[in-house]
């Protein structure tokens, strides 16, 4: 059985070895990690209670990019998501970090929602803590996904047909773009997951195509 887990975490190794990190520095890097969590939930319900005003011009930006729906929506979440995975020193960092973050978020708008618009969304938030409960097994798949195996390539190319449908309205016959943000937020993602020129050409095909089948196939369920 021993010789089995030493085998297994060898094979782990060759798609993406860890990196080493002091304890300290793996405690500072979680700490900020749910810091940015709770900052990023405080200012996303702050977002859906701000009452516009077209007088004001920050707040005019505000409605033209559609900032409160663009916190509300996947997409951002998935990005900050990937890059904590992507850049953490090992795939048990990854878990650890992006469960960190996802709770810091949902605790944080969970908690402002109850206290500042006086009603508790549960049913709602249920749907955000579950992915949190799922957030460290997509992390470290999203960790592994930043090496330079074929089993990275095959984890690339699923990631990107999540962020083209995330991102993109895509058909057999078009594909729009929701809004300049969610560009924004997807090529940023193609930054992250970037490893060579094969690589991210691969994964950009192939994802596209996955996500077409897909949103083609989703219409007839």
């Known amino acids: 059985m021993e010789q089995r887990i030493i085998t297994i975490k060898e094979k782990a190794d060759r798609i993406r070895a860890p990196k080493q990190c002091s304890r300290g520095n793996a405690l500072l890097v979680s700490i900020a ?23 004001i011009t ?23 998501a990937l890059a904590i995975a992507a850049f953490s020193y090992s795939a048990s960092r990854a878990a650890l970090n992006v469960f960190l973050f996802f709770t810091g978020m949902c605790g944080a708008y969970h908690i402002c ?5 006086g009603f508790n969304p549960t049913s709602y938030m249920m749907i955000w ?35 083209f449908l995330a991102c993109f ?19 940023v993602s193609v930054i992250v997951l ?7 050409i691969a994964a950009l095909t192939v994802g596209f195509l996955t996500a077409l089948f897909v949103s083609t196939v989703w219409i007839y369920l």
């Open 194 to 200: 970037y490893t060579s020129p094969k690589q991210i």
């Open 113 to 117: 929602t109850i206290v500042f618009s």
């Open 169 to 187: 309205s895509i058909g057999w016959f078009y594909i729009s773009v929701r809004g300049i943000l969610y560009v924004l937020v997807f090529a």
């Open 58 to 80: 920050w707040h005019r930006i505000i409605e033209r990019l559609d900032l409160g729906n663009f916190f509300s929506d996947i997409a951002v979440w998935l990005l900050i």
């Open 33 to 55: 990690v749910v810091f940015a969590g709770v900052m990023l939930g405080i200012l996303s319900k702050w977002l859906d209670n701000i009452a516009i005003d077209d007088t």
């Open 129 to 163: 803590y579950g992915l949190t409960l799922l957030s460290p097994i997509l992390a470290v798949l999203c960790w592994y996904a930043k090496g330079t195996s074929k089993i990275s390539v095959v984890l690339d190319i699923m990631i990107m047909a999540v962020f």
